[in-house]
């Protein structure tokens, strides 16, 4: 069985919404380790509405923090520390799509950061969504993660940019798994579309 991490190059690029079209792909189970602030509508209470399948299990949150900020400033509020040890992957014999916070350097505490609860044998989507600057955002994130030897696949957000998907694809060596339009909504019908466009690539990975 797979183990998905989603990862983004920053924030608000569509980690969400990658991780709901993953899961309703693979019908696979969904785990946030660490949720920090929106507790009353969080991103495992988003992919629940989105998806359709009724195979899906939910996880739980390994820490649930109250402020949206950065997880280390957010444990500091809540005046407690996360520790790493205490995020334990779920037990499952389905498929996992675990979703990040942030980027893979986000602090975690004064020593750990989001890249240090991804395990080898983790499958990693990078999220890339296109705005000026993202092609060095990608391209570090990338590079960051296929020197730590992990299997590294791109999905791209937004609008067509042909010569910034080109280049990215030709530097990095990734597999691209596709892009994810500009969408006037995003509903469950918007998941199954991109569900069926990518399951071939996500079966592959």
Known sequence: MKKIFI???STEVGKTLVSAIVTEALEADYWKPVQAGELDYSDTDKVA??????????????????????????AEIDQIQINIDSI?????????????AGGLLV????????????KPDYKII???RHYLGSINHTLLTTQL???KGFDVSIIFSGDAHPTTESIIAKKTDAKIIGRIDEEKSINKETIKKYAQRFRENLQNL
């Open 88 to 100: 334990i992957c779920p037990n499952t014999n389905n498929n996992l799509v675990i979703e990040g």
């Open 107 to 118: 602090p975690l505490n004064d020593h750990d950061t989001i890249l240090d609860i991804i």
């Open 145 to 147: 993660l296929q020197e």
């Open 7 to 9: 990862t983004g190059i």
């Open 49 to 74: 509405e989105m998806i359709s399948n009724t195979i899906t299990t939910f996880h739980q949150n390994s820490y649930a923090l109250e402020t949206p900020m950065s997880p280390h400033a957010a």
């Open 126 to 128: 990078v999220v890339s």
